[in-house]
């Protein structure tokens, strides 16, 4: 069975805030369920510790290894508004890096991405500073800071090869004192 839900979450304060913070999940319920867990994964684009920006995939325990038959639909939907509330970034997932590294810069990233894709789009507004091009800017999506995007564009590197060499790198926060630029213009080449 395949079920899909409007999900309210999200604190009051921080990166997530805003009246209409609600994300749609798609939810896939197995014939053996309740002895298999339900597949789970986002379908709003949201830019946090443990959901792939690319696919949606939570990275919740009760969703994989410690699914119990005991756990309830609900009590699923409970952690994982617990999660969203309250990430754990000890994962895998590229933006939990990015939380690790600038957690000023993952806030910034993870506010323009509510604005733009969770809230309705007549509430939704860029930050300042964020020129938007089509409502996305792609430095502010790939979490980079525009000095550092420019910094290399202005050395005569395409854009978008510097955007993705700087994303692939996590150049941000402490990061970047550790990657000296002739690394970076031999990987730009």
Not at 65 to 93: F, G, R, V
Not at 131 to 160: M, S, T, W, Y
Request: charged fraction near 20%.
């Amino acid at each position: 069975m395949r079920a899909w839900a409007r999900h309210p979450w999200g604190e009051a304060e921080g990166a997530y805030n805003g009246e209409h913070r609600c994300t749609a999940q798609d939810i896939v319920i197995p014939e053996s369920y309740p002895f298999q867990p339900v597949k789970m994964k986002l379908i709003t684009k949201v830019y946090h510790p443990n959901v792939s920006s690319a696919s949606g995939a939570i990275c919740l325990d009760i969703l994989k290894d410690a699914w119990l038959p005991a756990l309830t639909l609900k009590t699923m939907l409970i952690s994982l508004q617990s999660l969203l509330c309250s990430p754990e970034p000890n994962d895998p997932q590229e933006v939990a890096k990015h939380y690790m590294t600038s957690k000023r810069s993952f806030e910034e990233m993870a506010v323009y991405w509510t604005k733009t894709y969770v809230m309705p789009k007549d509430t939704a507004q860029v930050p300042s500073g964020v020129a938007a091009a089509g409502g996305q800017d792609e430095v502010v999506i790939a979490g980079l800071e525009k000095a550092h995007v420019d910094q290399f564009e202005a050395l005569g590197f395409p854009r978008a090869k510097v955007i993705d060499v700087l994303r692939r790198l996590n150049y941000r926060g402490v990061n970047v004192a550790q990657i000296n630029n002739d690394q970076m213009e031999e990987l730009l080449k």
